[in-house]
């Protein structure tokens, strides 16, 4: 157990709908990451917060946001879905922002119908 | 541009042999390094890190292995086990000054008892 949780396990929905994909980090870990996991994409990097603040972002894209709160749990948002957002959506925490282990909790299953 | 690549995609081993798994990473500039185990329906779990300072590193029956002139990373699994099925997956951190990581495509171990 990475000490990293992610709610919820599976979501299903269709075209054109939001969703809202919640983690919570190890406790101690100020820096939250968000990675998608695709077939053909593989691992990829979509943001990081740190201590509620935005630090980097990769390849995310406009329909999707990301918030840190007080509380250091995190949250992704995905808006105006489409079939090929159909993927693992993995959180990660570490203490501090760089060169440090990266835990990663379970994903969330996301399928678009 | 920014890559990590594995050699094979899928190695079979014999129970209690050693296993090699290795990665290619083509940022020069990367100096911190992880490998992280991947079992079905779960996430990426670290296995061991290292820092561009070094070239060997020893865990618990893993040792990884840096070599910065042709920018190759192997990771070393002693006396593998059943339980050691996995996909096992490099990362680097690239030349940002982010936590962001560079997964590989990933090697599936496949352990034959």
């Known amino acids: 157990d990475s000490g990293v949780t992610q709610t919820p396990k599976h979501l299903i929905t269709a075209t054109g709908q939001r969703v809202t994909l919640r983690c919570s980090p190890r406790s101690g870990d100020l820096s939250v990451y968000w990675y998608q996991q695709s077939l053909d994409q593989g691992l990829q990097f979509l943001i990081h917060?740190?201590?509620?603040?935005?630090?980097a972002k990769g390849n995310i894209l406009e329909r999707f946001s990301a918030q840190q709160f007080p509380d250091l749990h995190s949250e992704l948002n995905l808006s105006s879905l489409e079939l090929g957002d159909s993927a693992l959506y993995f959180c990660?925490?570490?203490?501090?922002?760089?060169?440090?282990?990266?835990?990663f909790g379970d994903g969330t299953r996301l399928s678009i119908l | 541009g920014e890559s990590v690549g594995l050699h094979l995609p899928t190695l079979s081993v014999q129970e209690g042999d050693n296993s090699i798994i290795n990665c290619a990473y083509s940022n020069s500039a990367s100096d911190y390094f992880i490998w992280y185990k991947q079992e079905s329906g779960k996430g990426p779990q670290f296995i061991i890190d290292i820092r561009s300072n070094m070239d060997k590193r020893q865990g618990q029956r893993v040792t990884v292995l840096l070599n910065k002139t042709v920018k190759h990373l192997s990771l070393q699994i002693a006396a593998t086990q059943p339980g050691d099925s996995a996909v096992y997956f490099c990362?680097?951190?690239?030349?940002?000054?982010?936590?962001?990581?560079?997964f590989g495509q990933g090697t599936t171990l496949q352990v034959k008892p």
């Open positions: 917060y740190y201590n509620g603040e935005e630090r």
């Open positions: 990660a925490s570490s203490v501090g922002t760089q060169k440090q282990p990266q835990h």
């Open positions: 990362a680097e951190n690239g030349s940002s000054n982010t936590g962001k990581l560079i």
